[in-house]
């Protein structure tokens, strides 16, 4: 049987990498898509590089952008993927404020541009499409937990963006017969989540204020709730989606939840730290340092703010054997591990400090 061909979009992401591996270990050649930047900006994905001048690459990166259409027709018609997994979107809910049309034109359009490229092609037939669908779609929540059929009530431009997507997704698997399915996912984390995602901000924050690298850390809405997992089991799902007879759409959640200030409490306890909040109205009991400090900053409020989201995966458990793996203490420890080791290795430079180069040597 021929290789499998994958172009994911979003490869330099948190889930294009976990994605990417995935894939190549099933024997996949996997396209991806990364964005010129003035730095490299390849970290997540530097493990699986190989060198363009070997021949018989299985993993290949071009240039492109979501707001380009004639790259994206380009890209999709030199690679004839059989799936696409379109994972590329400016991802973060606050920022989306501040740049809403960008965000509608990448996230909203861009979706519909990968979906007229298949059709363009005329690879209706032969390519899979995935779009990442989120949980930030039901808003303000009208039913608990949310399902499948749970009406949607975006509350961010990033979620309007992502309804859009959403909804051509649809319309193209009804219209053209693409198959063509939404993954809605639930917030999923990891070691190598973005640095401002809540998650990662506590773990990595909690870690330098251990080590005396940082003194305080300033956060937002604490009482916000969300159902937290583990992205190296949610892009297993990823792939196992586009593996069906027929293009469904399915919800991806751990069916459990927590509030922020459980996550900041629960990686507290894996670092041994006690914590004192201040302006928060709460005095932690057994508080005893005087590092640990967290604050309430009122710039990470949000105009209009998703208070509680949890899923319910029962779907996705019967059609397609699928559970996830990690708990949330397991996913708080890993993070707060591999957070704790890279302060150590700044806590180290900082201690013996940089050997300043001579450029006129
Ligand atoms: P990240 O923010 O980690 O990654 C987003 C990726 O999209 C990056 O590779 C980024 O490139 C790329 N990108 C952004 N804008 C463009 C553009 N205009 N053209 C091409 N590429 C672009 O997100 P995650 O990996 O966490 O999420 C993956 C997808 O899943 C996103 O669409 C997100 O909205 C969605 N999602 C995520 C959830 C989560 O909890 N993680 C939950 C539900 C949905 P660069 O590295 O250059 O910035
Ligand atoms: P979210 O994730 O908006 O759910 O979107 P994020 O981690 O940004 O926020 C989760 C909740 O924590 C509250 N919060 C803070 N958030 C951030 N970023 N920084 C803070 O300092 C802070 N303090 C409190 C937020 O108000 C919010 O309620 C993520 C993204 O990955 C989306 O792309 C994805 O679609 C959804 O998850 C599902």
Excluded at 29 to 47: E, P, Q
Excluded at 239 to 245: F, G, H, I, K, T
Aim: aromatic share 10%; charged share 25%.
């Amino acid at each position: 049987m021929s290789q499998k061909v994958a172009l994911v979009t979003g490869i330099t992401g948190q889930d294009g990498a976990y994605l990417a591996e995935l894939l190549l270990n099933k024997g996949y050649i996997v396209h991806g898509i990364k964005r010129r930047a003035s730095l490299f900006n390849t970290d997540r994905i530097d493990h699986l590089y190989q060198d363009p001048h070997i021949e018989h690459q299985n993993f290949i990166l071009h240039y492109g952008d979501l707001t380009d259409s004639t790259n994206l027709i380009r890209i999709i018609q030199q690679v004839q993927p059989d799936e696409i997994y379109n994972l590329a979107a400016m991802s973060h809910v606050a920022v989306s404020f501040e740049t809403p049309e960008y965000t509608a034109n990448a996230d909203g359009i861009g979706t519909l541009r990968i979906l007229e490229a298949i059709r363009i092609l005329g690879l209706e037939k032969k390519t899979r499409f995935y779009q990442a669908s989120t949980s930030e779609l039901y808003g303000l929540v009208q039913e608990t937990p949310q399902k499948e059929t749970t009406p949607f009530y975006p509350r961010s431009p990033y979620a309007v963006a992502k309804m859009y997507a959403y909804w051509i997704t649809v319309n193209y698997r009804e219209a053209y017969g693409i198959y063509a399915c939404n993954g809605i996912l639930f917030n999923h984390e990891s070691p190598i989540r973005g640095e401002t995602f809540v998650t990662r901000k506590i773990t990595r924050a909690l870690a330098r204020i251990k080590l005396n690298l940082q003194d305080c850390l300033y956060l937002g809405n604490l009482d916000s709730l969300r159902d937290w997992g583990h992205a190296k089991d949610y892009v297993e799902m990823q792939w196992l989606m586009l593996q069906q007879d027929q293009a469904e759409d399915f919800v991806i959640a751990t069916g459990k939840q927590y509030s922020v200030r459980d996550f900041v409490n629960a990686a507290a306890k894996e670092l041994d730290m006690s914590i004192r909040w201040e302006g928060t109205g709460v005095d932690e009991k057994g508080y005893s340092g005087d590092k640990c400090i967290v604050q309430v900053d009122p710039r990470y409020f949000r105009p209009t703010e998703v208070d509680t989201l949890l899923g319910d995966p029962s779907k996705a458990k019967q059609k397609l054997g699928w559970e996830p793996k990690v708990t949330f203490e397991e996913l708080v420890s890993e993070m707060v591990r591999e957070d704790y080791k890279s302060a150590q290795r700044d806590e180290l430079i900082k201690k013996h400090g940089y050997q300043a180069m001579d450029y006129n040597e």
